[in-house]
């Protein structure tokens, strides 16, 4: 059974930091890119970071750049998105989503872009407070 389970999120000050967890079950990094997505109330769900398979590449949206890392621990079976001065334009439900894709970057890229993907975790709230 695929499983994809979110963690890390929660209340944070305007510039702090939060590392959110997407631990999956029922296949491995080396078979699916993985990508973070979030969507706030209103709002459209966008991709935030996507990481291909084995060395497939990582993908950043623009608004991201220089303040969001994405890994992966394939030991764990856990993708990572580590979030650094977090702004007001942040806050949103973020979800780990999964696709077998061609591995290329520009495959890992349209996964960010399109956002369609085979599973999705459940979500986790990332609230910024000022």
């Known amino acids: 059974q695929v499983q994809l389970v979110e963690s890390g999120g929660g209340l944070v000050q305007l510039g702090g930091s939060l590392r959110l967890s997407c631990t999956i079950s029922?296949?491995?990094?080396?078979?699916?890119?993985v990508g973070w997505f979030r969507q706030a109330p209103g709002k459209e769900r966008e991709g935030v970071s996507c990481?291909?398979?084995?060395?497939?590449?990582?993908y950043l949206r623009d608004s991201v750049k220089g303040r969001f890392t994405i890994s992966k621990d394939t030991a764990k079976n856990t993708v990572y998105l580590q979030m650094n001065d977090l702004r007001p334009e942040d806050p949103a439900v973020y979800y780990c989503?999964?696709?077998?894709?061609?591995?290329?970057?520009?495959?890992?890229?349209?996964?960010?872009?399109?956002?369609?993907?085979?599973?999705w975790g459940q979500g986790t709230q990332v609230t910024v407070s000022s």
């Open positions: 989503a999964a696709d077998q894709i061609p591995k290329s970057f520009a495959a890992v890229r349209a996964m960010c872009d399109v956002g369609g993907a085979d599973y």
């Open positions: 029922g296949f491995t990094l080396d078979d699916y890119a």
């Open positions: 990481i291909g398979k084995s060395d497939g590449g990582t």
